[in-house]
């Protein structure tokens, strides 16, 4: 519930404020790849950064993951600035990382102690989104409090999770303002008992734009001034032993653009997409991560030397959004060598449902599109409003969704409460690895023939009853416009009043 809390730390944030303003692959054969060059090796004289260091976290203890996280302005250096944020999570760029396990029950107080109003989303938690659960529609203003309470279902997938504010229509303000932390549910590697003991790096990814020594309040993600850093930290390094797998744990926390990472031909083993244990291992040697996505992967330390994890150029389309490259990590391999351990193989994975194979209760066409003002998108020929619901499910349902994006720029689609499978991209079937919160929609190829893709919905777990969200997970396109209301019902009982939007497909 909302309750106030003692204005005086309020006031002394604002006044903190006031004054300083001024100043698909083959399967793997990981002892052969394990020993590959790597093509960009560089010199051993390059300039590296800070040790690479895995997030502060808060444990979950005796099933309850007891937390506060407070809302107040911080000073502080990132990426070799002195940047003074008006808001952040417990004064911190990248704050406390929570591990929990499948049946806790997560108590998290929010206190907020900034000047814009604020909340908290559970970024891929399949958990109630009513009351004190991951309800996007309720506001802590300033000087207020919630208390989230809610229990995380004992057959939740494990993985990698995070949390951001999801208080519309300040998101990409908050976000892009360092307002984001990593949430890590259960073990995903316990069906591996060989990899139990192997290192694990948490790697959470932002970028910063700057003005005047402030974040830039409504950060267009085009051009070369922003700042990428991984745990907050500016072109660290990392230091692997030859041969040894370690466990990278990715997860893009920018608000607006995509992450485009390779070190030079180096294999990423993906087992874990957006939370999401796949069904066997993919091998791929470059990561592409749009706006909210997480990979979990396997990387193996390549031959001695020194090595580069480099963030490509990127555009996402002819009338969309441009941005350099960026160098995000230095590797560097030395010590004795590691006789390397085995990637499991497809027959340890779990046998996940093929949602293809079962019945679909409906079809729907939801339709991205940009609009002729530069500021404004539609969902469905019309804007996000929190007082209509453009969607009702019944739940127990399968729904295939044909979605399409107009623009000649990419969107990001993404569904709170539940994953998806995605089975077709232009006219292209994917194959089935696994589930997903986050896809993206390329660019169309003109004005009149839209990107296509096509995705199973399964709206059967009862925990999901209520209204939640889908929107552009490019942060700023979420602001002005590009997300609606979803609400999944009981066909069992009395359908409930419900005021339902005007949209056209």
Same mark, same amino acid.
């Given at each position: 519930?909302?309750s106030s809390?003692?204005?005086?730390?309020?006031?002394?944030?604002?006044?903190f404020?006031a004054? #300083?303003?001024?100043g698909?692959a083959?399967?793997?054969? &990981?002892?052969?790849?394990a020993?590959?060059?790597?093509?960009?090796?560089?010199p051993?004289t390059v300039t590296?950064?800070?040790p690479?260091q895995?997030?502060?976290?808060i444990?979950s203890k005796?099933?309850v993951l007891?937390?506060t996280? $407070?809302?107040?302005?911080?000073?502080l250096?990132?990426a070799?600035q002195?940047v003074?944020?008006t808001a952040?999570?417990?004064?911190?760029y990248?704050?406390p990382?929570?591990r929990v396990?499948?049946?806790?029950?997560?108590?998290?107080?929010?206190?907020?102690f900034a000047?814009l109003?604020?909340?908290l989303?559970?970024?891929g938690?399949?958990?109630?989104?009513r009351?004190?659960g991951?309800?996007?529609?309720?506001s802590?203003?300033m000087?207020?409090?919630?208390?989230?309470?809610f229990p995380?279902?004992k057959?939740?997938?494990?993985?990698?999770?995070?949390? !951001?504010?999801?208080?519309d229509?300040?998101l990409?303000t908050?976000i892009s303002?360092?307002?984001?932390g990593?949430?890590?549910i259960?073990d995903?590697?316990?069906?591996?008992?060989?990899l139990k $003991?192997i *290192?694990?790096?948490?790697?959470?990814l932002?970028?910063l734009?700057?003005?005047?020594?402030? %974040?830039?309040?409504? /950060?267009?993600?085009s051009? *070369?001034?922003t700042?990428?850093?991984i745990?907050?930290?500016?072109?660290?390094q990392l230091q692997m032993?030859p041969?040894?797998?370690?466990?990278?744990?990715?997860?893009?926390?920018?608000?607006?653009?995509?992450y485009k990472?390779?070190?030079?031909g180096q294999k990423?083993?993906?087992i874990?997409?957006?939370?999401?244990?796949q069904n066997?291992?993919t091998?791929? $040697? #470059?990561?592409?991560l749009?706006?909210g996505s997480?990979r979990?992967?396997l990387?193996?330390?390549?031959?001695?030397g #020194?090595?580069?994890?480099q963030?490509?150029a990127?555009?996402t389309?002819?009338?969309g959004?441009?941005? %350099?490259?960026q160098?995000?990590?230095?590797? +560097?391999?030395?010590?004795? &060598?590691? #006789?390397?351990?085995?990637i499991p193989?497809a027959?340890?994975?779990?046998?996940?449902?093929?949602l293809?194979?079962?019945?679909i209760?409906?079809?729907?066409? +939801?339709?991205?599109a940009d609009?002729?003002l530069p500021?404004?998108f539609? +969902? @469905?020929?019309?804007p996000y409003s929190? @007082?209509?619901v453009?969607?009702?499910?019944?739940?127990g349902d399968?729904?295939?969704?044909?979605?399409?994006?107009?623009a000649?720029?990419?969107?990001?689609f993404?569904?709170?409460q539940l994953?998806f499978?995605?089975?077709d991209? @232009?006219?292209? /079937?994917q194959?089935?690895?696994?589930y997903?919160d986050?896809?993206t929609?390329p660019a169309?190829?003109?004005?009149?023939?839209?990107?296509?893709v096509t995705v199973l919905i /399964?709206?059967?777990d009862p925990v999901?009853?209520?209204?939640?969200?889908?929107?552009?997970?490019?942060?700023?396109?979420e602001?002005?416009?590009m997300m609606?209301v979803v609400?999944?019902i009981? *066909?069992s009982?009395?359908? %409930?009043?419900?005021?339902m939007c !005007? $949209?056209t *497909?």
């Amino acid at each position: 519930m909302l309750s106030s809390f003692r204005r005086t730390a309020l006031v002394a944030g604002i006044a903190f404020i006031a004054s #300083t303003a001024n100043g698909i692959a083959a399967e793997p054969n &990981p002892v052969l790849d394990a020993v590959e060059a790597v093509s960009t090796r560089t010199p051993m004289t390059v300039t590296v950064g800070q040790p690479l260091q895995n997030p502060p976290q808060i444990v979950s203890k005796q099933g309850v993951l007891s937390a506060t996280l $407070t809302v107040e302005p911080a000073q502080l250096s990132v990426a070799g600035q002195q940047v003074l944020f008006t808001a952040l999570y417990n004064g911190l760029y990248t704050p406390p990382l929570l591990r929990v396990m499948p049946g806790d029950r997560v108590t998290l107080l929010l206190n907020n102690f900034a000047q814009l109003p604020t909340n908290l989303h559970y970024h891929g938690f399949n958990v109630t989104p009513r009351s004190t659960g991951d309800n996007i529609f309720i506001s802590v203003d300033m000087g207020d409090s919630f208390q989230y309470d809610f229990p995380i279902p004992k057959n939740h997938r494990q993985g990698l999770y995070w949390y !951001h504010p999801h208080r519309d229509p300040l998101l990409n303000t908050q976000i892009s303002g360092g307002m984001a932390g990593g949430i890590i549910i259960g073990d995903v590697l316990a069906p591996f008992p060989s990899l139990k $003991t192997i *290192p694990e790096r948490v790697m959470l990814l932002k970028d910063l734009k700057t003005a005047n020594g402030m %974040p830039v309040e409504d /950060p267009d993600p085009s051009g *070369p001034t922003t700042k990428r850093t991984i745990n907050g930290l500016y072109k660290p390094q990392l230091q692997m032993r030859p041969g040894q797998l370690e466990f990278w744990r990715i997860g893009n926390q920018s608000s607006n653009i995509f992450y485009k990472l390779s070190m030079g031909g180096q294999k990423f083993y993906v087992i874990a997409t957006d939370g999401n244990l796949q069904n066997r291992p993919t091998t791929v $040697t #470059t990561l592409i991560l749009p706006p909210g996505s997480r990979r979990e992967v396997l990387v193996y330390g390549p031959p001695a030397g #020194t090595y580069q994890l480099q963030d490509a150029a990127f555009s996402t389309g002819p009338a969309g959004d441009q941005y %350099p490259g960026q160098l995000m990590l230095t590797v +560097i391999s030395k010590g004795t &060598p590691v #006789t390397p351990i085995p990637i499991p193989p497809a027959t340890a994975f779990p046998k996940l449902p093929d949602l293809r194979k079962g019945p679909i209760a409906k079809n729907r066409t +939801i339709v991205f599109a940009d609009t002729v003002l530069p500021d404004l998108f539609y +969902i @469905n020929g019309k804007p996000y409003s929190p @007082n209509c619901v453009d969607s009702v499910v019944n739940l127990g349902d399968v729904e295939r969704w044909t979605i399409k994006n107009t623009a000649q720029e990419a969107h990001v689609f993404h569904i709170h409460q539940l994953d998806f499978q995605v089975i077709d991209i @232009n006219g292209q /079937p994917q194959p089935f690895n696994g589930y997903n919160d986050v896809v993206t929609l390329p660019a169309a190829a003109s004005d009149s023939k839209p990107s296509v893709v096509t995705v199973l919905i /399964p709206f059967t777990d009862p925990v999901i009853l209520g209204k939640f969200v889908y929107h552009c997970h490019i942060i700023q396109h979420e602001d002005q416009g590009m997300m609606s209301v979803v609400q999944v019902i009981d *066909p069992s009982k009395p359908r %409930p009043d419900i005021k339902m939007c !005007h $949209t056209t *497909p």
